[in-house]
């Protein structure tokens, strides 16, 4: 209104710019990125900057005339300013979309690599499993194996034992054997007389040393098989406790590797 009454006789003037913003949802920018302003001519706010919600500036007539050269070049200056403000909003707005989307590919490469270490957890629950399952089995294995050597210790006990009986057997019929050959060597000697007798005795006691002898021979041939038994028995006893040991070797060897 100053300035109608002013420049009454100059022409039209420029019209007032609005003194109150506009009320939108936009982010408030910080104190580093504002500017001063003329504070007749405040800016108005912007809405959301992309290529078809840009509002048009209005070109207004520049009035013929002379003018105050004070006026122009406050107005151009907030024109200016205007733009500026306009332009660091679309890049204030270009950078939050490339940070928006930076927050996405974050977000997804963080679900795929949760995603990822869920599998790869129930793959090692899985293998862990399969471990324990072996250790179980290889375990009873080496339970039923420690129950089969304990039987052959046994069964080489009750034979090492029947071969000592046999052995101690042997001893008696030998000297039973010498006490009788004494017994008719005695006996020949005092009884010369009796040579049939004797020659009898003799031939009785002959049969009985060769009956003696086949006890002997089957006893010794007893004794060769048992041995050979117990040879077998120590041979199979042998392979077992080695099997025994490459097995808890290996079975170690695993839990290592676990």
């Known amino acids: 209104m100053d300035a109608q009454r002013r420049y009454q006789s100059s022409g039209p003037i420029l019209p007032d710019l609005p003194r109150t913003p506009q009320s939108l949802n936009l982010p408030t920018p910080t104190s580093s990125q504002l500017m001063p302003i003329d504070a007749r001519f405040p800016p108005p706010?912007?809405?959301?900057?992309?290529?078809?919600?840009?509002?048009t500036i209005p070109v207004f007539p520049l009035r013929t005339g002379n003018q105050p050269q004070m006026f122009d070049d406050s107005i151009n200056q907030s024109l200016y300013k205007v733009k500026q403000l306009e332009s660091r909003?679309?890049?204030?707005?270009?950078?939050?979309?490339?940070?928006?989307e930076e927050?996405?590919?974050?977000?997804?490469?963080?679900?795929?690599?949760?995603?990822?270490?869920?599998?790869?957890?129930?793959?090692?629950?899985?293998?862990?499993?399969?471990?324990?399952?072996?250790?179980?089995?290889?375990?009873?294995?080496?339970?039923?194996?420690t129950a089969r050597i304990k039987r052959?210790?046994?069964?080489?006990?009750?034979?090492?034992?029947?071969?000592?009986?046999?052995?101690?057997?042997?001893?008696?019929?030998?000297?039973?054997?010498?006490?009788?050959?004494?017994?008719?060597?005695?006996?020949?000697?005092?009884?010369?007389?009796?040579?049939?007798?004797?020659?009898?005795?003799?031939g009785e006691t002959n049969m009985q040393r060769e009956q003696l002898e086949k006890t002997q021979f089957n006893i010794v041939e007893e004794l060769r098989s048992i041995r050979n038994r117990?040879?077998?028995?120590?041979?199979?006893?042998?392979?077992?406790t080695n099997e025994v040991r490459q097995k808890t070797r290996k079975l170690e060897d695993d839990q290592r590797l676990t």
């Open 89 to 100: 909003l679309q890049m204030t707005e270009i950078s939050n979309r490339a940070l928006l």
């Open 230 to 240: 117990l040879e077998a028995e120590s041979s199979n006893f042998n392979s077992l």
């Open 103 to 145: 927050v996405i590919r974050l977000q997804t490469e963080l679900f795929n690599a949760i995603r990822q270490s869920q599998s790869i957890l129930q793959e090692e629950r899985l293998s862990r499993q399969h471990i324990e399952n072996n250790i179980r089995i290889q375990n009873d294995v080496i339970l039923q194996l």
């Open 152 to 202: 052959n210790e046994d069964v080489f006990n009750d034979e090492h034992q029947s071969s000592l009986s046999a052995n101690a057997s042997v001893r008696g019929l030998e000297q039973q054997i010498a006490a009788i050959q004494k017994e008719y060597v005695l006996r020949r000697d005092t009884q010369s007389t009796s040579v049939d007798g004797i020659r009898k005795q003799l």
């Open 45 to 55: 706010m912007l809405p959301p900057i992309n290529a078809q919600s840009l509002p």
